[in-house]
């Protein structure tokens, strides 16, 4: 089988995951890491071979297939607006689904989202684009998820959940179910959260309570 080419945008430790479940799945050649830092020559074995103003002349090379390995901590507008680049240019984002998470035929998933190991993503579920659900997450029946949201590690998402574009939900959170999250929303560690919350807000605490509004 030939392999697709794919391009990894941005090093760190997300990007290290995503490597360890791109060679479980044997779909793609990796063919290296664009990052404007280059803090190490490799990662996982795989060279950084450029800077986001190359990815144009990747392209041009044959390089069709991107992916967003840019981690975020309560915020994704980066993640954003590297996808944003990279789909100005042309570039397709496969759906990459670990083999070791537990994911029910009737879930969509949006194109870029990386479903990390020990998930379980249960049925009727929906994700948009360039997504993270992150090792060991719970994300239950009916839930709709948007565009660029993080669900950090071990987050517990009651059925029916939906949760706005550009959303973090922290690492070890809980949201009860038919709870609706607003766009651009952060949710700190560990905080449960039993009532909607509005757009922009930071949310702390159990129960969760809002302390701050970005917008």
């Known amino acids: 089988m030939i392999k697709k080419k794919l391009i990894l945008i941005g090093g760190g430790g997300h990007c290290k995951v995503v490597i360890s479940i791109l060679k479980k799945l044997k779909i793609f050649e990796i063919v290296g890491i664009i990052d404007n830092y280059k803090v190490e020559s490799s990662i996982e074995g795989i060279k950084i071979i450029g800077i ?41 984002f496969p759906i990459i689904v670990s083999p070791d998470a537990i994911v029910d035929s009737s879930v ?14 249960n049925i009727s579920t929906s994700f948009g684009k360039n997504c993270i659900v992150n090792s060991g997450a719970i994300v239950e029946h009916d839930c709709k998820i948007g565009d660029y949201c993080h669900i950090a590690p071990g987050a517990h998402i009651s059925g029916a959940v939906e949760i706005g574009e550009l959303s973090f939900i ?39 309570k809002v302390i701050k509004n970005k917008g």
Do not use: H, W
Not at 193 to 203: C, G, M, Y
């Open 170 to 208: 922290g690492i070890g959170s809980t949201i009860i179910q038919g709870v609706k999250v607003g766009k651009n929303v952060t949710i700190g560690a560990g905080s449960v959260i039993i009532k909607d919350i509005p757009d922009n807000a930071v949310v702390v605490g159990n129960p969760g």
């Open 108 to 121: 969509s998933i949006g194109e870029g989202t990386v479903i990390m190991p020990g998930c379980i993503i």
């Open 52 to 92: 986001d103003n190359d990815l144009e002349d990747f392209f041009k090379r044959g390089v069709k297939n991107a992916l967003i390995t840019v981690g975020s901590i309560k915020n994704n507008s980066k993640r954003y607006k590297l996808f944003t680049l990279a789909k100005n240019i042309g570039y397709k």
